[in-house]
């Protein structure tokens, strides 16, 4: 039996987001603009099965997929957003599920931390991660959930909301992490927005 962990459709991908997102691709970079679909499923290796029916049936381009013991994931992206919406269909047509069988989201973890020290910063900036620096006296919104992939959404829908800046996002594992920077009032919006996102994600 596969379970549907994680579903996520994104009409629009936004600069910051799917620049990071091809900084740990594997396979075709996605742009602006491309519409997205993130499918999470358990047992991990499932996914290879539903990655090879997506990609037979449609256009969509294979951007990631990352395969675990206990949980594996795929991005499947095109600029036409019909593909990547019947991508969706035929995976969801294969488990025998809806989108309403997704597991919900939970929020591990919510916090803004406001003027940020410098020393603060460069312990971040010299961590591993892909995005942009965060720089002393910028707030900064953490937001870890479960399952991961639903974060991507978040980031998505923040940076939509507000001029931020994407530090991290980790969608992968037990828990996917996402980390913004901005001035004060722009977090907030950016917070709120991501907080949205989360506890009523999109699906096709």
């Known amino acids: ?23 740990v691709s594997q396979g075709f970079l996605p742009v602006p603009g491309d519409a997205c679909l993130w499918v999470e499923v358990s047992p991990g290796m499932a996914i290879h099965r539903l990655t090879d029916i997506a990609l037979k049936a449609t256009r969509v381009h294979l951007a990631q997929q990352v395969v675990e013991r206990s949980y594996g994931s795929m991005v499947v992206h095109h600029r036409d957003q ?29 916090e803004t931390i406001r003027g940020m020290t410098p020393d603060h910063t460069v312990l971040i900036n010299r961590q591993d991660r892909r995005g942009s620096m965060i720089l002393p006296g910028q707030s900064m919104f953490i937001l870890e959930t479960e399952p991961a992939g639903y974060v991507v959404y978040a980031a998505n829908q923040a940076e939509k909301a507000a001029n931020i800046t994407l530090i991290d996002v980790r969608a992968v ?15 907030d919006e950016a917070a709120a927005a991501a907080i949205a996102a989360v506890e009523s994600p999109s699906g096709t």
């Open 173 to 187: 594992g037990a828990f996917g992490r996402l980390i913004l920077s901005g001035r004060e009032g722009d977090i």
């Open 82 to 110: 019909s593909d990547v919406r019947e991508a969706g269909r035929v995976v969801l047509a294969n488990i025998g599920a809806s989108q309403d069988q997704r597991e919900r989201c939970r929020i591990a973890w919510q």
């Open 1 to 23: 039996m596969i379970n549907l962990r994680t579903y996520v459709y994104i009409d629009s991908l936004q600069p910051q987001l799917a620049a990071y997102m091809a900084t």
